[in-house]
């Protein structure tokens, strides 16, 4: 699966290579961007999450992508489909990363919005979730301007047993 999987006026979607590993960690290291995580990764950690989403494309059809900026032709983000465990449901988790530099541009709907519309036009999904922590309020209004509504929230053991909601879409 080398070519891109979507592409939108502004953004390029398509899958990681291995030479991806340093303009992520430029991202998901970067502080303000992974605010809401339990931590920004390492170095180690990007080469880890580059290398599950290329075995869940094997896997699964689908994973997580690399969010390229035409314009700048430049990696700017992380959006993509994972097959997870969420509160004790297997679920496909809607998952979205922009760099903080590009924040409040639309780039994180535009680009989860490609991807939604993948997962149910070309992979056949019916229901699609994302969850954020109960105060990640950016990722909140892109999850409502996707048509998603709050299902409930839980306490998640992956994000420091953080409250976190559940919102989900199904079609």
């Not at 995580?37 to 580059?50: L, V």
């Not at 109960?134 to 996707?146: C, K, M, N």
């Not at 998640?156 to 199904?170: A, C, G, H, K």
Request: charged share 25%.
């Amino acid at each position: 699966m080398l070519h891109d999987i979507v592409e939108t006026t502004r953004l390029r979607i398509r899958p990681y290579r291995e030479d991806d590993s340093n303009a992520l960690l430029q991202i998901l290291g970067d502080p303000t961007t992974m605010a809401f995580w339990p931590a920004p990764f390492t170095e180690h950690e990007t080469q880890i999450w580059i290398h599950r989403s290329i075995h869940s494309y094997q896997e699964h059809g689908f994973g997580r992508w690399a969010v390229i900026l035409k314009e700048e032709d430049r990696l700017i983000g992380d959006v993509g489909i994972l097959k997870s465990v969420i509160d004790g449901n297997v679920e496909h988790d809607l998952g979205y990363i922009i760099d903080a530099k590009y924040w409040r541009q639309g780039y994180a709907v535009e680009a989860a919005r490609s991807c939604m519309n993948y997962g149910i036009q070309e992979l056949g999904l019916t229901r699609l979730c994302a969850n954020m922590p109960y105060h990640h309020h950016g990722s909140i209004r892109t999850a409502e301007r996707l048509g998603m509504r709050r299902e409930k929230e839980f306490h998640n053991p992956r994000n420091r047993e953080m409250l976190t909601y559940l919102y989900s879409i199904q079609v």
